[in-house]
C-alpha cells in the first residue's frame, strides 16, 4: 500500500473504528542505519504516542537486509516515538527486491531469522516486533521454514499474505498453508490476502482457522468491508450497513487531508485519485475514468458529486 496508506489515510481509517491498529508505508533501510529525523519526517503520528489524530495506533515497518542497519533503524524508531516495530519480508516490488528487501529475503531462510533477531535483540522487550511475509519467493513451501525462523527469532506474531512473490498479487491465493502454520505456531499468525468480500473473510477464517486478520486494498475497494469483519469478529455491534455513499465519504476523506496538509494540497487529490482507481478496479465505484483528469481539487469534489447524482448506487 506505498503511496496511498499515509497518515491522512491511516487518521481516516482510524475514525471508522474498524481497525485495532495500522502500520505504515515501509520505510527502506538502505546503505545507511535511518536517523531519528526520518521517522519523526514521515511518521507524524510518532509526535501523538504513536496514535492517529483519531486514536489509531500505528506500527512502524521497515524493509530491509542487513541485519545491523535494520537493528540500528529501529532502535532510532524507537527513539523517535514508535511503539511497535514490523519488518517487512513481503513487498514483491522488483525495485525492492533487487536492492535486497522484501521477499527477496525468504530465499534465505537463515537471512530472515538474522534480520529478525537482530531487531529484536536491540528493542526493549516491551516493544513488539512483528513480520509481515509471503509464502516464499517462487512457491509456497518456504513459508514453513520461514515461519519457523521468524518464531525462532523472537518476534511477537506474524503477518502471511497468501500468495508468492512470483505472484505478485495475481489469483489464486493460498490460504490453507497458512492454517497449517497457526496450528503449530507458538505466536499468533495474522491472514491477509485477497479478502475482497464478508464470503471471502468467511472463507480464509474457514480455511486458516485465524482470529487476525489483515486488509488493505480491500478496505478502499469496499468501504463497508471493515465493517462487516469487525461485527463478525464481534468489535463492533451488528446493525445493517447502507450501501457505500460515495461523495460523503469522499467528503469526509477530503476532510481529514485539509486538516494534515492545509487546503487544496496536491497530495490530497492525488490520494483521492489513487483511492478510487482501486475502488474503480475492484470494488463498484463506476466514475474513475471521468475524474482521473481533473487537476483542481474543488471541480473533483463537485464532479464526483454530480456523477454520483445520477447514479442509483451512489
Known amino acids: 500500500m506505498d503511496g496511498i496508506t499515509d497518515a491522512t489515510m491511516r487518521a481516516f481509517q482510524g475514525a471508522q473504528n474498524t481497525f485495532t491498529h495500522s502500520v505504515t508505508e515501509f520505510i527502506r533501510v538502505s546503505n545507511h542505519p535511518l536517523p531519528i529525523r526520518v521517522f519523526v519526517r514521515d511518521v507524524p503520528e510518532l509526535a501523538t504516542q504513536a496514535k492517529t489524530t483519531t486514536g489509531l495506533p500505528v506500527q512502524i515497518q521497515i524493509l530491509g537486509g542487513d541485519p545491523d542497519r535494520m537493528a540500528i533503524s529501529a532502535q532510532n524508531a524507537v527513539a523517535a516515538g514508535a511503539t511497535a516495530i514490523d519488518i517487512n519480508f513481503g513487498c514483491p516490488a522488483p525495485t525492492v527486491n533487487r536492492k535486497d528487501g522484501g ?9 530472515v531469522y538474522e534480520i529478525t533477531r537482530a531487531v529484536r535483540d536491540a528493542l526493549p522487550k516491551s516493544i513488539p516486533v512483528s513480520v509481515k511475509a509471503r509464502h ?13 525462523q521468524i518464531q525462532r527469532a523472537g518476534a511477537s506474531w506474524l503477518t502471511i499474505h497468501a500468495r508468492t512473490k512470483t505472484q505478485g498479487y495475481n489469483p489464486p491465493v493460498y490460504w490453507k498453508p497458512i492454517g497449517e502454520i497457526r496450528r ?4 499468533p499468525i495474522v491472514a491477509n490476502g485477497d479478502i ?11 480455511q486458516t482457522g485465524c482470529a487476525h486478520f489483515m486488509i488493505g486494498r480491500a478496505a478502499l475497494a469496499n468501504p463497508n468491508l471493515p465493517h462487516q ?29 485539509t486538516d494534515f496538509h492545509g487546503p487544496n494540497h496536491p497530495k490530497s487529490l492525488n490520494r483521492l485519485k489513487q483511492w478510487l482507481a482501486i475502488a474503480a478496479r475492484f470494488g463498484d465505484f463506476p466514475h474513475f475514468a471521468d475524474l482521473k483528469k481533473i487537476s483542481d481539487h474543488q471541480d473533483f469534489m463537485t464532479a464526483l458529486a454530480a456523477l454520483c447524482q445520477i447514479q442509483t448506487s451512489c
Open 103 to 111: 521477499a527477496s529475503i525468504l530465499r534465505c531462510p537463515h537471512r
Open 229 to 257: 469483519i469487525a461485527q463478525s469478529l464481534g468489535l463492533q455491534p451488528t446493525t445493517p450497513l447502507p450501501p457505500v455513499n460515495w461523495p460523503e465519504l469522499l467528503q469526509k476523506f477530503h476532510k481529514h487531508s
Open 184 to 187: 503449530n505456531a507458538s505466536i
Open 136 to 148: 516464499g519467493w517462487d512457491s509456497i513451501e518456504p513459508i514453513y521454514e520461514n515461519a519457523e
Open 196 to 206: 475482497w468480500s464478508i464470503e471471502e473473510f468467511y472463507l480464509c477464517q474457514d
